[in-house]
């Protein structure tokens, strides 16, 4: 669940992240503990409280399938940076675990 805050450094860092996090696919999330997280993105979220209780509060939180499908929900504040981790061979390899599943169109066909 991801954490309230009104602290201006924080809430840079939430538009940070959520102007580096991809819109989906696979992500590669690099966290400030030093760990690296790699997988489907399922969900992202980031919202406020419209001032609701007195002052303005800020969240942001991503979903995340990894290869064990396992599930994690990770903060936008634990998160040191985001980038797409999309490529034809991960693609291939999330495929042929059942992740995802890829649609090549002929040219031509989408509009």
């Known amino acids: 669940m991801a954490r309230w805050t009104s602290s201006v450094?924080?809430?840079?860092?939430i538009a940070k992240i959520s102007a580096e996090m991809p819109i989906g696919g696979?992500?590669?999330l690099s966290l400030k503990?030093?760990?690296?997280?790699?997988?489907v993105m399922v969900r992202a979220a980031q919202g406020n409280n419209?001032?609701?209780?007195g002052g303005w509060q800020y969240y942001g939180e991503v979903e995340v399938l990894m290869k064990d499908r396992t599930r994690a929900v990770i903060?936008?504040?634990?998160?040191?940076?985001a980038t797409s981790a999309w490529s034809e061979e991960k693609s291939k390899e999330y495929e042929a675990l059942g992740l995802i599943k890829v649609i090549d169109y002929p040219p031509g066909t989408l509009h």
């Open 75 to 81: 903060d936008y504040l634990d998160i040191k940076g």
């Open 9 to 13: 450094d924080e809430v840079r860092h």
């Open 33 to 39: 503990t030093g760990e690296v997280v790699e997988g």
């Open 50 to 53: 419209g001032g609701r209780g």
């Open 26 to 28: 696979l992500v590669l």
